[in-house]
């Protein structure tokens, strides 16, 4: 069954420094997301892509945050000047379509430590 | 805006019995699909069982069927038959129709972590 996969599956990076978190979605998918949720929280939306461009952002996506679709397969999210708040799991996702009966299919996620 | 209510921060059953996981949700959008998720201690969030706002039965899923009660806006989890590999967090979340208004992200509800007894 084909999933979304993503890596690393843990990164641990200094205050300030930049990261790129990694995701394979689902080949046939059209629609890519990127969750967080901090330790012991709930799942926060932070963006969608579809067609080469953002979709929709939360409030927490701001200019810190960057994805990017740079080949046929990859979808990224870089995170610049990590702060101690950016740790947390980073959940990518895809789905086929964007109507409300459409499911996600969830990566295994990135867990980001910032030191 | 939309909102998912779970008021059960955790609960525990014992192995075999059934359980009822509470979820309650608003929003303005006529349209709009209901989703549980299960996320076991490895992190990995699995999907479990979809409720369409338009559907009139409610859904299953193996040992899985949501109580759909679209006047209250609730859509509850039920899992019969507990087992011990059931004990995890569980995530209620809602999506709406795509569109300007409702965009096509989920709204996660808080989550309600699951213990299963032997």
């Known amino acids: 069954e084909p999933e979304v996969t993503q890596t690393p599956s843990h990164q641990v990076t200094q205050m300030g420094q930049e990261v790129i978190l990694r995701c394979v979605p689902i080949?046939?998918?059209?629609?890519f997301y990127w969750y967080r949720q901090i330790l012991g929280q709930k799942v926060e939306f932070l963006v969608s892509?579809?067609?080469?461009?953002?979709?929709?952002k939360s409030e927490i996506f701001d200019d810190q945050f960057s994805v990017e679709r740079p080949d046929g397969s990859n979808f990224t999210l870089k995170i610049r000047s990590t702060k101690l708040e950016d740790s947390a799991m980073y959940f990518c996702?895809?789905?086929?379509?964007?109507?409300?009966?459409?499911?996600?299919?969830f990566g295994p996620g990135t867990r980001l430590t910032v030191t | 805006a939309q909102k998912i209510t779970q008021t059960q921060p955790g609960m525990f059953v014992q192995e075999k019995e059934a359980v009822t996981l509470d979820c309650t949700y608003d929003?303005?959008?006529?349209?709009?699909?209901l989703f549980w998720y299960k996320q076991p201690s490895s992190g990995e969030m699995i999907f479990l069982i979809y409720?369409?706002?338009?559907?009139?039965q409610n859904a299953t899923e193996g040992r899985y069927s949501l109580n759909f009660q679209k006047a209250r806006k609730s859509a509850n989890l039920v899992i019969s038959a507990s087992q011990l590999g059931d004990s995890a967090m569980y995530f209620c979340?809602?999506?709406?129709?795509?569109?300007?208004?409702?965009?096509?992200?989920?709204?996660f509800g808080p989550g309600t972590r699951l213990s299963v007894l032997p």
């Open positions: 996702a895809s789905s086929v379509g964007s109507g409300s009966s459409y499911e996600q299919y």
């Open positions: 080949s046939n998918h059209l629609y």
């Open positions: 892509f579809y067609n080469n461009e953002i979709s929709e």
């Open positions: 929003t303005s959008d006529p349209s709009y699909g």
């Open positions: 409720q369409g706002s338009y559907d009139q």
């Open positions: 979340a809602m999506r709406g129709s795509a569109g300007d208004n409702y965009g096509q992200n989920f709204v």
